[in-house]
């Protein structure tokens, strides 16, 4: 019998992502997939699975899941969050685990995630993946379209997510060293490709001001607020195509970055469109963060992707054992000024949290 | 060769633009360059997509630069003609009761015609299948005659409709496949699943496919829900003729 993830309660907007499914658009399916793949791949790489299976994508406020019918290995990447392992369902304190890491979960116990701070979206992966049959070869959550993940839908109190295995392998639990996962300084992007529905000093202004996030759990598109970008041509056009991260301008002359469910095709100009390298960063950011674009031009967006890719098949590279014997965390204690001194919460040390 | 201008929407992106207007013949040559590079299987092209006046090239720029598949574009606009090709006719039912069939009235009245006119010119003519977006399968189609095409989209969209509304707005009809908030006014519903999640994901149209509607009454409407309902309703084309799309 396969292990089960009962949800004991859902979070905010919870569902089921994977890289998301390209080649149906045609037909107004949306590619979907994770906001962030780049915490998707990490969250997969720290419990031994391929990058593109799906994990649990947290919106804002994370779920409370309950073991059963077997063990798993889970692994947590992306915004900060108080993570709890509860011994049982009765249980109210439970030891403290950091993110960016792989923690083995025994028959009964309970994970819970709270709240997240210093970013929009966490993932939680779990060792083998889920047992969901794909659709059109992907198991992510569309919710408009109400298709893949589980049942076409966020998740709700009483699911029960079945796992692909019944209890963990021998691997250890890992951490994640060195993933830099902080908000840019500017967010590149390319003008068009309707340049020419906007007048130069529009375009320049939306380079030169800083907007800030004013929506959220909105996969689709993240509404800016900020200066406001006027059209040279009204605010209609004929509809056509949306790439990944296309800034389209409705008529309230504000930008919406379109994300991971963006819709097919659109009927308002776009002004610029984020790059590939640069758009998991901007798709993490929270309600009130703050947003500026640069302008860079094809070249330097190949060039970044290239470091992009380079990037992401160097995240293997930075996972290492989390060390469990004392002799070995004493050192690094030490280093924290968690033992022997003043104990300086805000270091954070996840270790001595799970000593206790 | 058409006229055209590739734009650039980002770099997993190109767009080949044809024009700025709604017209079967530019739409003819987006379907004519979507079916020659799909054909074509250029490595590094992810997927096509239609639009009314547009094509985007979806594409990994790791293995075509930008420059490539603008050079491989031009390269396959040279020989481009509106090609033959097999085209899908539909006779699709739709029920234009004003029961469910909220503005055909209003409709009638702002055009000076009757809804049963209304009705007749609407099921009179051949649409042609611009492209599917908004939401899955749903389908774009055009062109409305004159007499109906005057109406912009209401400025205040309605929150919810019915799957298979269908839809009329400037010179284009459209089904809704799901329940979904819309801003066209609705003429008819149709019981035809446009969007199918079981057994398998599946949508009913493509672009360059030909639709007629087809009228039936309120009790033929519930007793084709029914069926659509229970999985029983099978709708195939009514003829596949070779032929230029738009």
């Known amino acids: 019998m396969n292990a089960v993830l009962r949800v004991l309660a859902p979070g905010l907007l919870t569902t089921v992502q994977d890289l998301g499914r390209p080649g149906y658009q045609s037909l107004g399916i949306p590619v979907g997939g994770a906001l962030d793949p780049v915490s998707l791949r990490a969250a997969n790489a720290l419990v031994g699975n391929e990058p593109q299976v799906g994990a649990l994508e947290v919106a804002y406020m994370g779920p409370t899941l309950l073991v059963e019918d077997g063990e798993a290995r889970l692994s947590f990447v992306g915004a900060d969050a108080s993570i709890e392992i509860l011994s049982d369902e009765m249980a109210t304190r439970g030891r403290r685990i950091a993110s960016m890491r792989s923690v083995r979960v025994r028959r009964g116990e309970v994970v819970r995630v709270g709240s997240l701070t210093r970013g929009a979206v966490l993932y939680i992966a779990v060792e083998g993946g889920f047992a969901i049959a794909p659709v059109l070869g992907s198991v992510s959550t569309y919710l408009r379209g109400a298709i893949g993940g589980w049942e076409g839908r966020a998740l709700t109190a009483g699911d029960c997510l079945p796992l692909q295995r019944n209890e963990p392998s021998e691997r250890e639990d890992c951490e994640i060293i060195g993933l830099d996962l902080a908000p840019l300084a500017r967010y590149r992007a390319i003008v068009g490709p309707q340049s020419d529905h906007f007048s130069a000093a529009a375009i320049e202004k939306f380079f030169d001001s800083e907007y800030v996030v004013s929506t959220g759990a909105d996969r689709m598109g993240m509404r800016l607020k900020g200066p406001v970008l006027q059209h040279a041509r009204g605010f209609n056009i004929i509809s056509d195509g949306i790439a990944p991260g296309s800034v389209q301008v409705p008529g309230n002359e504000q930008p919406i970055v379109l994300l991971a469910d963006r819709q097919t095709v659109g009927g308002y100009p776009k002004i610029a469109t984020v790059i590939s390298a640069d758009l998991p960063a901007i798709s993490r950011l929270p309600i009130g963060a703050k947003v500026r674009f640069a302008p860079v031009c094809i070249e330097e967006a190949e060039a970044a992707r290239r470091r992009f890719v380079a990037d992401i098949e160097a995240l293997p590279g930075k996972i290492v054992p989390i060390r469990q014997s004392i002799g070995e965390l004493t050192p690094r204690l030490f280093d924290c000024n968690l033992i022997g001194g003043v104990i300086d919460a805000s270091a954070g040390a996840p270790e001595l949290a799970e000593l206790q | ?246």
């Not at chain 2, 603008?70 to 234009?96: S, T």
């Not at chain 2, 189609?141 to 969209?157: H, I, K, Y």
């Not at chain 2, 149709?190 to 949508?203: A, G, W, Y």
Request: aromatic share 6%; glycine share 6%; net charge negative.
């Open chain 2, 1 to 246: 060769m058409p006229q055209f201008r590739v734009l650039p929407a980002g770099d997993t992106a190109l767009v080949v633009e044809f024009g700025d207007h709604i017209d079967r013949r530019l739409s003819s040559w987006v379907l004519a360059l979507a079916r020659r590079l799909d054909g074509a299987h250029v490595a590094g092209v992810v997927e096509t997509v239609p639009t009314i006046r547009s094509l985007i090239v979806h594409y990994d720029p790791l293995v075509l630069s930008a420059d490539s598949l603008k050079e491989c574009i031009a390269e396959l606009m040279r020989g481009l003609h509106a090609a033959r090709d097999v085209v899908r006719h539909w006779q699709l039912p739709a029920c234009y009761d004003p029961e469910i069939a909220p503005d055909l009235g209003s409709i009638g009245e702002r055009a000076g015609l009757s809804p049963a006119r209304v009705v007749e010119l609407h099921i009179a003519t051949v649409f042609h299948v611009y492209m599917l977006g908004f939401l899955p399968g749903m389908a774009y189609l055009g062109d409305l005659p004159a007499e109906l095409s005057a109406f912009p989209r209401m400025a205040t969209p309605r929150m919810k409709v019915p799957a298979g509304s269908v839809g009329i707005a400037n010179t284009l009809t459209c089904v809704y496949p799901v329940d979904t908030p819309a801003g066209w006014h609705l003429i008819a519903r149709s019981p035809v699943p446009f969007f199918s999640r079981r057994p398998e994901v599946t949508t009913l149209l493509r672009p360059g496919d030909k639709v007629t509607f087809a009228p039936v009454s309120l009790r033929e409407y519930e007793q084709l829900m029914a069926r659509a309902a229970s999985g029983s309703l099978s709708i195939e084309p009514v003829e596949e003729t070779m032929g230029v799309a738009a």
